[in-house]
């Protein structure tokens, strides 16, 4: 080193000058400590991208060692981030898995409880508490909860969606509502025509950081892939499971669920429409290489819930079964995930994803948000999960699928049901993951029902649930 | 055509049918248990033949062997329709409990519970033709009429039923059904 060249080590320093960098320094060093991930490597606040998909289930991809199905755009965000193999949603049904995405709250707080039950615009979701912390953002898609007309978001600057069928929407030329304004379908597939106008939103230039919330139809009911993708499963060897047969879309323990197709047609059909979800999520991937932003967003992909495809001898959802609750859960945000490619193990739920956002972004959670910041455990493999959650259903006219209400613990699930129409089942998830064995009434049953009551209603308790059914 | 006793014109044909759909239903949900696959299928597929026959198709065969066994209009009425609507009851009976009396009622136009009833209804206007093709071929009798207003009644009201119910792929009757049902209920 030079004596000669000023340098920080031998230039004086005034006392204002020491005190601005110690002050600097601390502040600094304290947001960083209470907001981890405020900054990106940009030195801004890093862009938000929620994919959500429909009725995708848990182990519809690759990386799930599926025994055909080939999703590698999915499998890279899970490859690149952590991934939530135990990850449920509270309630599986479209429209109150929806609107607990968005509050960060049960069925029961947000009010959304059936598909039929409207939104309440009194709703506080993250895309407000983004756009209130400077965001730009974005809502393109399936919005699908009722209310009279669209319904009026705060916080949204771009809002595109779509009410055909009820606001599940057609796969094929979709009429859409863009900005309010009606839009005739372009004749474009869905999944396709949807991730074009998100890409086209990405790419604006603009000065804040934004938040997209892509929400895709796929790959609900009507499974039609596109045309490119039609019957490449053909023939192939689905491996549904052994109590399965192709008439239970139809009779499915009764008739108001099903649909009119053999099983295996419809869930081959189901595969081909994941593949296309693939496909589209590639080509945001491909953008945001393209545009240098990925490693300053964080982007999340998740389902709204299950669905059966002869588990049980049931096609469907709703009911409290895995098949049904379990929702894949990958965030990928290389300015956190330090270890990508994890399997994290801790439950993680709907719920989550509010409250993750908002810890993620440096603001803070709202007390009325009752799912839990995921950030600790994507910041450290060992960081502790919940040990419990409730899972929830209200009756959907006219399906006779009662109410339910279910304890979910690490080991065990507690099922009860409205009005004792069916009777109550105790699974062990440990020894019997596929929850054949309902041990009500067995001598471990007995012995493990004390315990599994006492904690569904405890946490009937502290979520206010109490007297919902 | 010789009038035979109640239990060979009514019950027999009633019985016959009901006892299908009884053994059907039971034996799918009993197949469910099977492990084997081949074993597994033959069974699902032999009670779904069962309960095709038996609840979508029952009519027909019920229909026919009360029609030459010298029922009347109305005895053939209740035994083409006495299975499908057991059928629908059982159906509609699964609700009780989960939804208001009046959600309950209301039910009753659900094209699901009707869909038995309505595809019955026609299968009893069809195989009201063929037993009166048979009939006057055989009898050589020109006072057996084809058509006749209570055959020709539950063909057109099954024919129109149907089509309204599944028109656009059932999503007309569908959403035509829900939309009243949110008017009246929610």
Known sequence: MSADKPSIFNEPVTRRQAVKTIGTTVAAGLVGLNFPGIVSARGRMPNVIFILTDDHRWDAFGCMDHPFLKTPNLDRIAGEGVMFENSFCTTSLCSPSRASFLTGQYAHTHGVKTNHTPWNEKNVTFIELLKQAGYDTAFIGKWHMPGEGLPRVRGLDHFITFTAQGGQGVYYDCPLYIDGVHTEGRGKYITEDLTDRALQWIGRPRKNPFCLYLSHKAAHFGFAPPKHLDGMYKGIDLHLPPEADDFIPITNRHLFVGAPAPLSFLYRRYCETVVSVDEQVGRVLQKLDEMGMAEDTILIYAGDNGHFFGEHGLYDKRLAYEESIRIPFFVRYPGLIFDPGRRAQQMALNIDLAPTLLELIGRKIPPGMQGRSLVPILRSKGAPGRKSWLYEHYPVYPIPIPGIAAVRTDTHKYITYQNNIRPPELFDMVSDPKEKHNLIGTPRGKELLPRLKSELEKIKATTGYIGEL | ?186
């Open chain 2, 1 to 186: 055509m010789e009038r035979q006793s109640i239990g060979r014109r009514i019950v027999f044909p009633i019985a016959m049918i009901l006892a299908g759909m009884i053994i059907a239903l039971n034996l799918y949900d009993f197949a469910r248990t099977i492990e084997g696959g081949g074993l597994h299928s033959f069974v699902v597929n032999l009670s779904v033949i069962l309960m095709v026959l038996s609840i979508w198709m029952g009519a027909m065969i019920a229909n026919t062997i009360a029609y030459f066994r010298g029922a009347s209009f109305p005895e053939r009425l209740l035994v083409s329709m006495f299975t499908p609507v057991v059928f629908l009851l059982k159906q509609w009976l699964g609700i009780w409990g989960i939804f208001s009396v009046g959600e309950f009622f209301f039910l009753l136009l659900h094209h699901v519970i009707l869909s038995a009833v309505v595809i019955n209804l026609i299968g009893m206007g069809l195989s009201e033709l063929w037993c009166r093709i048979i009939h006057r071929v055989k009898s050589r009798d020109p006072a057996v009429k084809l058509f006749q207003v209570g055959n020709m009644a539950v063909l057109f009201l099954g024919c129109g039923m149907l089509t309204l119910m599944f028109w656009h792929f059932g999503h007309f009757y569908y959403y035509l059904f829900m939309d009243t049902y949110i008017k009246l209920f929610l």
